[in-house]
């Protein structure tokens, strides 16, 4: 293929149609989504102050929170923004390069949350089993490189997406059935061999998602031998305790992934469309809205560092 026909068959912009049958409905549609929206970047900004300002949240624990939620920030803000002026304004066109760039930054950023939620597990497990070694093992050289080695990772693994992508002829038109662009909605938009796409999409989600999974699998299994062997009745219910809102954060993260994942894998044909895309949004969305809750409601320290924080915002107000 000549340079001129391969620049041809690259659209100079791709039309997100939203939700396909649904279009009546979208101003509807949009509105849990801006509120969760709004619920999960006041949430993971608000815990970001918090943990930054409370001297007492100053632990790899809450460090890798931080991290969990700036991540989140950033994952939802890839995505809302564009889908509510698909919904709001009609505005459907995006153009070919700020496409890839929606589709690189969603896929790295999911991977980057799957790998924190590893981390966080990798911290309970030292907590627990090793108390004592806790500050001497998790020190923040070793959390920065932790966080570091788990962005490149992401990164590493997702940016060949956007070169398989881009080298595809589009000749079948530019409409996306879709609210943001995806790796393998985007593909099949191609009227080229998109099986390379499918086989390097498989093989990353296996390589981050598997690994991560199996990493957080085999570490609780370590701290329920742990908590198993304690004496008390106490201790046991205080380590477990302390675990509770890293489990509550995984099902929020994997249940809707796997859930995407396999709809699409074993029952594509018997679902309909617009539930696989409205779906594949609450996938993207659930995890930010909700964590900040969860570890609000669940964590002590968290809760108490928020009580503060009203109560020094009071009394400056009280002086002035």
Known sequence: MSGGN???LTP???????VPGLEVAHIWISLPFCLMYIIALVGNVGLIYLISHEQALHRPMYYFLALLSSTDVALCTTTVPNMLCIFWFNFKEIDFNACLAQMFFVHMLTGMESGVLMLMALDRYVAICYPLRYATILTNPVIAKAGLATFLRSVMLIIPFTFLTKRLPYCQGNL????????????KVSCGNVKVNAIYGLLTAILIGGFDIICISVSYTMILRTVVSLSSVDARHKAFGTCTSHIGAIVITYVPALFTIFTHRFGGKNIPHHVHIIIANLYLMCPPTLNPIVYGVKTKQIREGVIKLFCKEKEALDMK
Do not use: E, K, Q
């Not at 100079?12 to 939203?18: H, P, S, T």
């Not at 996306?176 to 593909?187: E, F």
């Open 6 to 8: 391969s620049s041809c």
């Open 12 to 18: 100079g912009f791709f039309i997100l149609n939203g």
């Open 176 to 187: 996306i059935p879709h609210t943001y662009c995806d790796h393998m909605s985007v593909a």
